[in-house]
């Protein structure tokens, strides 16, 4: 099993910053990917960002530029450093840890930016 621990949310206004960590423990060396989701009220949660064992990354195109995926392999934490944002990215971040058995979540932390 894996057990993933999502910090740094927080209140931002608009075009500041934040740093989300993803804080994995357990069966740590099984994980293939981290991934990055977030869910705005009344909406499905989509993905964002991910970071693959070898340190390939990813995003969706609305963070492209503004977003950075990076990951610490002493500390088995991920991170997402969020600039210039926007409303739009207001919302609860998860992080995910994909497997080749099931996958595993994160409880999430909030991202508010105030406009």
């Known amino acids: 099993q894996v057990q993933l621990v999502e910090s740094g949310g927080g209140l931002v206004q608009a075009g500041g910053s934040l740093r989300l960590s993803c804080a994995a423990s357990g069966s740590i060396l099984n994980i293939n990917t981290i991934r990055w989701y977030r869910q705005a009220p009344g909406k499905q949660r989509e993905y964002v960002a991910g970071?693959?064992?070898?340190?390939?990354?990813d995003y969706t195109d609305s963070v492209k530029g503004r977003f950075t995926v990076s990951r610490d392999e002493v500390k088995n934490t991920v991170y997402l450093q969020m600039n210039s944002l926007k409303s739009e990215d207001t919302g609860v971040y998860y992080c995910?840890?994909?497997?080749?058995?099931?996958?595993?979540w994160g409880r999430g932390t909030q991202v508010t930016v105030s406009s």
């Open positions: 995910k840890a994909v497997l080749r058995g099931p996958d595993y």
């Open positions: 970071i693959t064992k070898g340190g390939i990354t």
